[in-house]
């Protein structure tokens, strides 16, 4: 056996004192660090924002942080002078409420309030809208919904329920039936499904075309099914300030709506709006951030906000009558208590993030044509609009007209400030911020503290770090990761998180002459970093399941038990009401029963470095 074989094969965990010291760093639990860290952050800023920001996280309360305003770009001349405090101002803005101490039940009553209040908006609006629009005609005579709905109209085409159900398919996340520990295939293709009564017909179609699921029934009619209410309102955390609401639906409705969702996200592709891609959003508003002639729009509660009346004079009549036979017309609390909806879809419906994108794509359009702008770039993500300068006021109005609300604190038309996908950018530089969302705690969140503050310092200061920033972050980086041994797991940047990202020139490694599946061939570097491995699991007993049943459940614990060959990284979690969204500066929601690890790892480029010479 070669020597880089060797070395592929022996594990670093394999000694004694590396295991009693890797032991000891998976039951180490310390204080939250997070205030320290803004603190020593807040020495960068030489500003009246920061002097006050310093005062209010050394003596003040949380509420004293959390009611700092955001500074405003258009009083900065300098890109790094803002940057500092506007990393300031958003590092805790979404702190949970282990760190801030507020009461979890305080933040979801905050969350009902929007919602009710979101409601009773949808409800005017669906009431002007009828009355505005009641004349037989009407509607030719507003240019903008003409437009808009002519465009849609020719986006979408003839609705097909043999195109859609192409792309039925169930969520990762809970149900009405089911929690969201038993959210995998296994369990959503067993036991009796949930449906609406609208849905119930095209639930018990969509069961029959899957012969396993649909088992020993003659007809599909006779398929059971339990009928719901509707879905289930509950809250996830958003801000340090509030929760946000969310419905959980009946995992059929669920089923069907994916499908159309998948359609109406195929159909936007052909008209240039990729929701797979964020990165559109993000270089439009960049430009807009140099040269001021785009401008982002960003909505407030804009899913909660999409009347039923707008979807109906927006979408062609087919579209319209399929959606609102698979959306779920109520909402029930937890207490019992029933709501019928004003509004058309809920957060956690499978379709509500394209239709959103749908609608918002043509209203833009359909500006951009009634006022004859040259102009005519777009960008929808969601609620993250983007279109020209020029367009930015009628528009808003537009937006206004049918409902929405705008969010004035994230919408840019003038300055040198833009934001929309997770960037921000000032005149055409990157200003993003980072976000401590969880307590340091642990050896994963100081690692990820660490590596998010290099990044957005070589983000900002274009790799060359001034003298103080790196002594703040070499500071930060000893004080929070005191294990030496620790620091000294360097890895590149785009490995995760789970070592110190580091140059070539402070990591030199060694150079491997194997590629990443241990075969011949490219050479590349090698490098140590800690590890997620899962701890072996029971096999799957064939009396307990069996059949058709035996294959989801086995993919569905490979799944959660997944851990990437190349970089060991644990699966990302993304909730659905994010629309695929990943954040880059939260730590992965890694399964159950994992153990760290350190092992040698291979990369085929580093990234300031590039390949290794010949």
Same mark, same amino acid.
């Given at each position: 056996?070669?020597?880089?074989?060797?070395?592929?094969?022996?594990?670093?965990?394999?000694?004694?004192?590396?295991?009693?010291?890797?032991?000891?760093?998976?039951?180490?639990?310390?204080? $939250?660090?997070?205030?320290?860290?803004?603190?020593?952050?807040?020495?960068?800023?030489?500003?009246?924002?920061?002097?006050?920001?310093?005062?209010?996280?050394?003596?003040?309360?949380? #509420?004293?942080?959390?009611?700092?305003?955001?500074?405003?770009?258009?009083?900065?001349?300098?890109?790094?002078?803002?940057?500092?405090?506007?990393?300031?101002?958003?590092?805790?803005?979404?702190?949970?409420?282990?760190?801030?101490?507020?009461?979890?039940?305080?933040?979801?009553? =905050?969350?009902?309030?929007?919602?009710?209040?979101?409601?009773? #908006?949808?409800?005017?609006?669906?009431?002007?809208?009828?009355?505005?629009? %009641?004349?037989?005609?009407?509607?030719?005579?507003?240019?903008?919904?003409?437009?808009?709905?002519?465009?849609?109209?020719?986006?979408?085409?003839?609705?097909?329920?043999?195109e859609c159900s192409r792309y039925?398919?169930?969520?990762?996340?809970?149900?009405?039936?089911?929690?969201?520990?038993? @959210? $995998?295939?296994?369990?959503?293709?067993?036991?009796?499904?949930?449906?609406?009564?609208?849905?119930?017909?095209?639930?018990?179609?969509? =069961?029959?075309?899957?012969?396993?699921?649909?088992?020993?029934?003659?007809?599909?009619?006779?398929?059971?099914?339990?009928?719901?209410?509707?879905?289930?309102?509950?809250?996830?955390?958003?801000?340090?300030?509030?929760?946000?609401?969310?419905?959980?639906?009946?995992?059929?409705?669920?089923?069907?709506?994916?499908?159309?969702?998948?359609?109406?996200?195929?159909?936007?592709?052909?008209? @240039?709006?990729?929701?797979?891609?964020? @990165?559109v959003n993000q270089v439009l508003?960049?430009?807009?951030?140099?040269?001021?002639?785009?401008?982002?729009?960003?909505?407030?509660?804009?899913?909660?906000?999409?009347?039923?009346?707008?979807?109906?004079?927006?979408?062609?009549?087919?579209?319209?009558?399929?959606?609102?036979?698979?959306?779920?017309?109520?909402?029930? !609390?937890?207490?019992?208590?029933? +709501?019928?909806?004003?509004?058309?879809?809920?957060?956690?419906?499978?379709?509500? !993030?394209?239709?959103?994108?749908?609608?918002?794509?043509?209203?833009?359009?359909?500006?951009?044509?009634?006022?004859?702008?040259?102009?005519?770039?777009?960008?929808?993500?969601?609620?993250?609009?983007?279109?020209?300068?020029?367009?930015?006021?009628?528009?808003?109005?537009?937006?206004?007209?049918?409902?929405?609300?705008?969010?004035?604190?994230?919408?840019?038309?003038?300055?040198?400030?833009?934001?929309?996908?997770?960037?921000?950018?000032?005149?055409?530089?990157?200003?993003?911020?980072?976000?401590?969302?969880?307590?340091?705690?642990?050896?994963?969140?100081?690692?990820?503290?660490?590596?998010?503050?290099?990044?957005?310092?070589?983000?900002?200061?274009?790799?060359?770090?001034?003298?103080?920033?790196?002594?703040?972050?070499?500071?930060?980086?000893?004080?929070?990761? #005191?294990?030496?041994?620790?620091?000294?797991?360097?890895?590149?940047?785009?490995?995760?998180?789970?070592?110190?990202?580091?140059?070539?020139?402070?990591?030199?490694?060694?150079?491997?002459?194997?590629?990443?599946?241990?075969?011949?061939?490219?050479?590349?570097?090698?490098?140590? %970093?800690?590890?997620?491995?899962?701890?072996?699991?029971?096999?799957?007993?064939?009396?307990?399941?069996?059949?058709?049943?035996?294959m989801p459940k086995g993919l569905? +614990?490979?799944?959660?038990?997944?851990?990437?060959?190349?970089?060991?990284?644990?699966?990302?979690?993304?909730?659905?009401?994010?629309?695929?969204?990943?954040?880059?500066?939260?730590?992965?929601?890694?399964? $159950?029963?994992?153990?760290?690890?350190?092992?040698?790892?291979?990369? %085929?480029?580093?990234? $300031?470095?590039?390949?290794?010479?010949?």
């Open positions: 056996m070669s020597k880089p074989d060797k070395q592929r094969k022996s594990s670093i965990s394999a000694t004694k004192g590396v295991r009693a010291r890797l032991y000891k760093l998976s039951g180490r639990k310390s204080a $939250d660090r997070s205030r320290y860290v803004a603190e020593r952050l807040s020495s960068l800023s030489k500003t009246p924002f920061g002097l006050a920001y310093r005062d209010a996280v050394t003596s003040g309360t949380w #509420q004293d942080i959390l009611s700092m305003k955001t500074p405003k770009a258009e009083e900065y001349n300098d890109a790094r002078t803002f940057a500092v405090d506007y990393l300031l101002s958003e590092i805790l803005s979404k702190a949970s409420p282990s760190m801030t101490g507020a009461q979890p039940e305080v933040l979801r009553e =905050i969350a009902f309030t929007k919602l009710y209040d979101s409601e009773r #908006q949808c409800q005017e609006t669906n009431t002007r809208l009828c009355i505005e629009y %009641s004349r037989l005609g009407s509607a030719e005579f507003d240019p903008v919904l003409k437009l808009a709905r002519r465009k849609i109209e020719r986006c979408l085409g003839a609705f097909s329920w043999d039925f398919q169930h969520g990762r996340h809970a149900s009405t039936r089911l929690s969201r520990r038993k @959210g $995998d295939l296994y369990y959503k293709f067993r036991g009796t499904p949930d449906t609406t009564a609208s849905c119930e017909t095209l639930s018990k179609i969509a =069961i029959s075309l899957i012969k396993p699921w649909a088992g020993p029934v003659n007809h599909w009619s006779e398929i059971p099914v339990n009928r719901k209410i509707g879905n289930r309102i509950t809250t996830v955390p958003k801000t340090a300030k509030t929760d946000r609401t969310i419905a959980i639906e009946p995992c059929m409705n669920m089923y069907i709506q994916k499908g159309i969702g998948t359609v109406i996200r195929q159909r936007l592709r052909k008209v @240039g709006v990729d929701l797979n891609n964020q @990165g508003s960049k430009l807009g951030s140099k040269d001021g002639s785009l401008a982002t729009i960003d909505l407030s509660s804009a899913s909660d906000t999409i009347a039923t009346k707008v979807v109906e004079l927006l979408l062609p009549p087919d579209w319209f009558e399929a959606m609102n036979m698979v959306r779920c017309h109520f909402g029930v !609390f937890a207490d019992g208590t029933v +709501i019928r909806y004003q509004k058309f879809s809920t957060m956690g419906n499978g379709f509500t !993030f394209e239709l959103e994108s749908l609608i918002f794509w043509a209203l833009c359009s359909a500006v951009n044509a009634v006022l004859g702008s040259r102009d005519t770039r777009i960008g929808v993500y969601g609620d993250d609009l983007i279109v020209s300068s020029d367009s930015y006021e009628l528009l808003t109005y537009t937006l206004t007209r049918f409902g929405f609300t705008l969010n004035e604190k994230k919408s840019y038309a003038t300055g040198p400030f833009r934001e929309s996908c997770g960037k921000h950018w000032f005149e055409g530089r990157d200003v993003s911020p980072f976000y401590i969302r969880e307590g340091i705690e642990d050896v994963t969140r100081e690692l990820l503290v660490v590596n998010n503050l290099r990044r957005w310092a070589d983000r900002v200061y274009d790799g060359f770090i001034p003298p103080d920033v790196w002594a703040v972050y070499v500071e930060l980086r000893d004080s929070l990761i #005191q294990d030496s041994w620790v620091r000294d797991l360097k890895i590149p940047d785009g490995q995760g998180d789970l070592g110190v990202v580091s140059s070539f020139i402070e990591a030199l490694p060694q150079r491997d002459f194997r590629d990443k599946h241990g075969k011949r061939g490219w050479e590349g570097w090698q490098f140590s %970093s800690l590890s997620l491995k899962p701890t072996p699991r029971r096999l799957i007993h064939a009396s307990r399941v069996s059949g058709s049943s035996l569905s +614990i490979l799944e959660r038990s997944k851990i990437d060959v190349v970089s060991n990284e644990a699966i990302f979690s993304i909730p659905e009401e994010s629309g695929g969204e990943v954040y880059s500066d939260e730590i992965p929601i890694v399964p $159950d029963r994992l153990r760290l690890a350190i092992s040698n790892r291979f990369v %085929s480029m580093w990234e $300031d470095v590039g390949y290794p010479l010949a």
